[in-house]
């Protein structure tokens, strides 16, 4: 039992050393992956361009029900912008796939004579009309690499229309194929540099641009801004491989407003859909988490033909379709940094502070069983502070040199035997003779403390150290 202790410190002390070494070479390489359990909710409003409040009505959007009117409107409204994001199938240890459900609603809008209305929303699988709440709405799929983040093209598609009951999704989705941004998250360890970006509007990867550092909610993070060019839509086709519905729009030109030279109320004018955006993330560098967001987003009408040979007026025309400035909630960038701020905490117990606190503490263990040990081998190897047998312990008789006999073991020699013994020791050891000294044993008498009158004496036996030459003297002189 006693060796078990004294190995406890040891092993214990081994298997902390042992740990602070494991966790940051096998545990935290587990943790820097694409969890399997992500959700993410966003949600982001409409704010004024300028950074102004109050403005109740910040965007502009395209009257739909005005296509079966006499003229276009264009309305002022207040929109709301919802994406959950979540992990399903395929999904492994090596790749994750992300649903990304994205919406945009109207709250409520002004029309030009200032008539305010909150439009309502039909419930899904009901037929919607052009008053509808519900602006657009798409679901993206991406299987990414959980290392580094990226699409690995396993899956990789939006659908832009609601399945009906029965009808795989797959069938009314669009592949994209050749996606390499980031989207709903960035890889760990981001850096001051571009990145590429996927553009789910435009359906292209654009650059990001590194340019600043920013404290949200005691949270550092890094901005990144990228410019999505102007691109028609028309040209994005959908699961029928036809223009989308909404991005090409052929009606006359006194519809569309337009007057002027080489231009009659009658004619009949083909605009296509196209969108430009400037886009803000804010991701916090150790996890690539994504904690702020804000995009401007623009969308409107225009002619394809920008020749010469189409008339200045058209060929100068532009009509808002969507035009807006969407900023996350400040309870969607609360949640966000607060999730990367406990993802940072893990990396940094993993990676720093327990295998710190094992290893300190597997270090102290070590050198608690390098004492004991120490002090174990040295009471075995003759401390004088430990218990050791006398010597001739088998004989009671006998004891140190230095101390008394015992009481019990006293003899009275005769005067002749202790005078021959005296005369023995102050002759020395002649030649030839026998020196007493080189005797195992010898008598030294003793005079008792009780009775000092007495002739007789005790005498003691012991053992003289060899070579002992201070010793042999103090016997020679003691006989004389």
């Known amino acids: 039992m006693r060796r078990f202790w004294l190995a406890l410190p040891a092993f214990l002390g081994a298997a902390c050393i042992a740990a602070a070494i494991a966790i940051p070479l096998f545990l935290v390489p587990q943790l820097r992956v694409v969890p399997l359990d992500l959700d993410i909710t966003s949600v982001a409003t409409t704010v004024p361009e300028d950074g102004s409040t109050g403005d109740r009505y910040p965007a502009r959007i395209f009257d739909r029900c005005s296509v079966s009117e006499r003229k276009a409107e264009v309305f002022d409204a207040n929109l709301t912008q919802q994406r959950r994001s979540v992990i399903v199938d395929p999904s492994d240890r090596r790749q994750a796939t992300l649903q990304s459900a994205q919406t945009v609603e109207i709250d409520r809008y002004r029309t030009a004579d200032g008539t305010e209305t909150d439009p309502t929303m039909a419930p899904v699988d009901a037929d919607r009309k052009c ?8 679901i993206d799929r991406v299987s990414v690499n959980r290392k580094s983040s990226v699409p690995n093209g396993t899956v990789s598609s939006l659908q832009l229309e609601a399945a009906p009951e029965g009808v795989d999704p797959k069938d009314v989705s669009v592949d994209l194929p050749d996606r390499k941004g980031f989207q709903y998250k960035f890889g760990f360890d981001v ?3 571009s990145y590429l970006y996927y553009d789910t509007n435009t359906r292209q990867d654009i650059p990001v641009n590194f340019v600043g550092e ?3 909610n005691g949270l550092k993070t890094y901005e990144f801004v990228g410019e999505v060019p102007e691109t028609d839509v028309s040209g994005l086709p959908n699961a029928q491989g036809e223009a989308a519905l909404g991005t090409m729009l052929t009606m006359p030109a006194s519809w569309w407003g337009i007057s002027g030279r080489g231009v009659r109320p009658n004619d009949k004018i083909t605009m296509h859909r196209y969108a430009t955006a400037t886009r803000h993330v804010f991701v916090e560098p150790q996890t690539g988490t994504i904690v702020d967001g804000l995009e401007d987003q623009h969308q409107y009408f225009r002619s394809p033909d920008q020749s010469s040979d189409t008339p200045a007026p058209v060929r100068d025309f532009r009509m808002d379709v969507l035009k807006a400035r969407f900023k996350w909630s400040d ?20 990676s720093f502070w327990l295998p710190l606190i094992l290893g300190i503490v597997g270090v102290l263990l070590l050198a608690l069983w390098g004492f ?9 190897d003759g401390d004088p502070d430990g218990d050791q047998t006398p010597p001739n312990a ?19 020699p005769t005067a002749a035997a202790g005078t021959a013994a005296a005369a023995g020791a102050g002759a020395g050891a002649p030649s030839g003779g026998v020196d007493p000294w080189d005797r195992p044993t010898e008598q030294i008498p003793v005079v008792q403390p009780d009775n000092p009158a007495a002739d007789n004496t005790t005498t003691q036996s012991f ?4 070579g002992d030459d201070d010793t042999k003297q103090f016997r020679h002189r003691s006989t004389e």
Request: charged share 25%; aromatic share 8%; glycine share 12%.
């Open 131 to 138: 008053s509808d709440g519900l602006l657009t709405a798409n």
């Open 191 to 193: 850096q001051k540099r």
């Open 214 to 216: 920013k404290t949200i």
């Open 331 to 350: 309870e969607t960038v609360s949640y966000q940094t607060s999730r990367a701020d406990d993802y940072v905490g893990q990396l940094r117990l993993g």
């Open 372 to 380: 004991l040990f120490w002090r174990n081998r040295r009471k075995g």
């Open 394 to 412: 088998d004989d009671p008789g006998t004891g140190s040199w230095l101390d008394g006999a015992p009481h019990g073991d006293q003899t009275a």
């Open 463 to 466: 053992t003289p150290p060899p």
